[in-house]
């Protein structure tokens, strides 16, 4: 019998049992709803990892350090003692965190890497405050311009490409506008902002002996005295709150001339003093994966450690795989009862219809052909169960995506639920196999009935 005539067969036969069909199709739809969201997630999770590493990251660069605790390598070592080493510094965090950190010898050594064509180290920039001329004063975090970043604009605009803000400029967040004083965005551009730096000057030792047998421990509370720095800045460029920046939002940008500068000044004297946790390492070719990666083994060798884009992005992928692996083991549980399900109603049905089984076989149809119409039955309930759960998934996640957008705070062109049409398809005839899988046994039992003992049967 042709493959054809058997499908059209199998759906009549479905159609006069259009209750039962349509209720063991639905126990299928509910794994295919669950599943489909599944899927629609996935895509919406990984498109949106893409626009955060598109938007903070610069996939030429890699991230290096000397310090394995700071990308994972060894978390353990942030929660257990630490021997003090002069070399290191406590320069983030609690007391008891030293860090390995790059010195300039580490910069110059990295700089002579094959393939690596600059280094920026991340310049710890430590504004005591910001203000303008008749404003007040405002505490701020300031940070290095990365061009690989790109924040959104609110006015003015970014340097094209690769290029670096230019000297003496800033990029201030729009938060700070109504703070210093400007009626909008626009009437920012062109205007300035005045940084004030500090730092500590060191006391003779013989003066502060003195003081204290003079005037005692009181007189040591005024002896520290601070040298400052006042910087005037350009602004060129005012940034909006970005739904993909994993910056503070209220951070002001300055090109890495600027940045060296200023942690120049605060860190004189100090153990901080041109020494950086991190680096930026812009590659040679570093749009291509396999220079990225040569580069990366090379740092690696001279004992650094080193981030890839690809490394950051499994990161933040990484916690969502093991939630969408949770929602996708309710899915297969659902469809493991709905397996149960369709063995159950082809079961059924070869009993309502043996004696039409055995008629079919009297008249020459093959019992191959007889297991087949039966699978084909389930194929059937397994195709009308995913197109039933998958229309409603994608009715009901179309319907809530603008408002989960909103409330997850994912920003325009960023859904959660992003439906795709060939993954859809695919668990649709994903469904299908399973269901002939579990009307294998039904179809095997009709197709091993005796012709005469099946027209025998009342």
């Given at each position: 019998?042709k493959?054809?005539?058997?499908?059209?067969?199998?759906?009549?036969s479905l159609?006069?049992?259009?209750?039962?069909?349509?209720l063991?199709?639905?126990?299928?739809?509910?794994?295919?709803?669950?599943l489909?969201?599944?899927l629609?997630?996935?895509?919406?999770?990984?498109?949106y990892?893409?626009?955060?590493?598109?938007?903070?990251?610069?996939p030429?660069?890699l991230?290096?350090?000397?310090?394995?605790?700071?990308?994972?390598?060894?978390p353990?070592?942030f929660?257990?003692?630490q021997?003090?080493?002069d070399?290191?510094?406590?320069?983030?965090?609690?007391?008891?965190?030293?860090?390995?950190?790059?010195?300039?010898d580490?910069?110059?050594?990295?700089?002579?890497?094959?393939g690596?064509?600059?280094?920026?180290?991340?310049?710890?920039?430590?504004?005591?405050?910001?203000?303008?001329?008749?404003?007040?004063k405002?505490?701020?975090?300031v940070?290095?311009?990365?061009?690989?970043q790109?924040?959104?604009?609110?006015?003015g605009?970014?340097?094209?490409?690769?290029?670096?803000?230019?000297?003496?400029?800033?990029?201030l967040p729009?938060?700070?506008?109504?703070?210093?004083?400007?009626k909008?965005?626009?009437a920012a551009?062109?205007?300035?902002?005045?940084?004030?730096?500090?730092?500590?000057?060191?006391?003779?030792?013989?003066?502060?002996?003195?003081?204290?047998?003079?005037?005692?421990?009181?007189?040591?509370?005024?002896?520290q005295s601070?040298?400052?720095?006042?910087?005037?800045f350009t602004i060129?460029?005012?940034?909006?709150k970005?739904s993909?920046?994993?910056?503070?939002?209220?951070?002001l940008?300055?090109?890495?001339?600027?940045?060296?500068?200023?942690s120049?000044?605060t860190?004189?004297?100090?153990?901080?003093?041109?020494?950086?946790?991190?680096?930026?390492?812009?590659?040679?070719?570093?749009?291509?994966?396999?220079?990225?990666d040569?580069?990366?083994e090379?740092?690696?060798?001279?004992?650094?450690?080193?981030?890839?884009?690809?490394?950051?992005?499994?990161?933040l992928?990484?916690?969502?795989?093991?939630?969408?692996?949770?929602v996708?083991?309710?899915?297969?549980?659902?469809?493991?009862?709905?397996v149960?399900?369709?063995?159950?109603?082809?079961?059924?049905?070869?009993?309502?219809?043996?004696r039409?089984?055995?008629?079919?076989k009297?008249?020459g149809?093959?019992?191959?052909?007889?297991?087949?119409?039966?699978?084909?039955?389930?194929?059937?309930?397994?195709?009308?169960?995913?197109?039933?759960g998958a229309?409603?998934?994608?009715?009901?996640?179309?319907?809530?995506?603008?408002?989960l957008?909103?409330?997850l705070?994912?920003?325009?062109?960023?859904?959660?639920?992003?439906?795709?049409?060939?993954?859809?398809?695919?668990?649709?005839?994903?469904?299908?196999?399973?269901?002939?899988?579990?009307?294998?046994?039904p179809?095997?039992?009709a197709?091993?009935l005796?012709?005469?003992e099946?027209?025998?049967?009342e």
């Amino acid at each position: 019998m042709k493959t054809l005539d058997l499908v059209k067969r199998a759906g009549h036969s479905l159609s006069n049992a259009k209750v039962r069909t349509l209720l063991t199709s639905l126990a299928i739809a509910v794994g295919a709803f669950t599943l489909t969201l599944t899927l629609a997630a996935t895509a919406g999770a990984n498109h949106y990892a893409d626009q955060l590493v598109k938007s903070n990251f610069d996939p030429a660069v890699l991230l290096v350090t000397k310090d394995d605790r700071l990308f994972g390598q060894d978390p353990s070592g942030f929660n257990k003692p630490q021997e003090y080493d002069d070399t290191q510094t406590s320069g983030i965090g609690p007391r008891d965190i030293q860090l390995k950190r790059l010195t300039q010898d580490d910069i110059r050594k990295i700089e002579k890497t094959t393939g690596v064509t600059s280094v920026t180290p991340t310049y710890p920039v430590q504004v005591q405050y910001i203000t303008r001329p008749n404003q007040k004063k405002y505490i701020a975090s300031v940070d290095t311009y990365n061009p690989g970043q790109r924040p959104d604009v609110a006015s003015g605009k970014l340097p094209e490409g690769e290029k670096q803000l230019a000297d003496g400029t800033i990029l201030l967040p729009e938060s700070y506008i109504p703070t210093l004083g400007f009626k909008t965005s626009e009437a920012a551009i062109g205007q300035v902002v005045i940084a004030q730096l500090q730092r500590p000057t060191k006391v003779d030792p013989a003066k502060i002996e003195h003081i204290f047998l003079t005037q005692g421990a009181s007189g040591l509370q005024n002896l520290q005295s601070y040298e400052t720095e006042t910087d005037t800045f350009t602004i060129s460029g005012v940034t909006r709150k970005s739904s993909t920046a994993l910056q503070a939002a209220a951070s002001l940008f300055i090109n890495s001339t600027d940045a060296a500068r200023l942690s120049s000044f605060t860190t004189l004297g100090t153990e901080n003093y041109q020494k950086y946790v991190t680096a930026q390492v812009r590659v040679e070719g570093g749009d291509q994966k396999v220079n990225r990666d040569a580069a990366k083994e090379l740092l690696k060798k001279q004992g650094y450690q080193v981030e890839t884009v690809e490394d950051i992005q499994k990161i933040l992928l990484q916690i969502i795989s093991i939630l969408q692996g949770i929602v996708s083991g309710f899915g297969v549980i659902a469809l493991i009862a709905a397996v149960f399900g369709i063995i159950n109603t082809q079961y059924i049905s070869v009993l309502e219809r043996t004696r039409e089984i055995g008629l079919m076989k009297a008249l020459g149809m093959r019992g191959l052909d007889i297991g087949w119409l039966f699978r084909i039955e389930a194929a059937w309930i397994g195709f009308l169960g995913g197109v039933i759960g998958a229309g409603l998934a994608f009715a009901v996640g179309t319907g809530l995506n603008p408002w989960l957008t909103q409330q997850l705070g994912l920003g325009a062109g960023n859904d959660l639920l992003i439906f795709q049409v060939l993954p859809i398809a695919f668990l649709i005839v994903g469904l299908m196999l399973v269901a002939i899988l579990a009307g294998w046994l039904p179809a095997r039992k009709a197709a091993k009935l005796d012709p005469i003992e099946a027209l025998r049967t009342e």
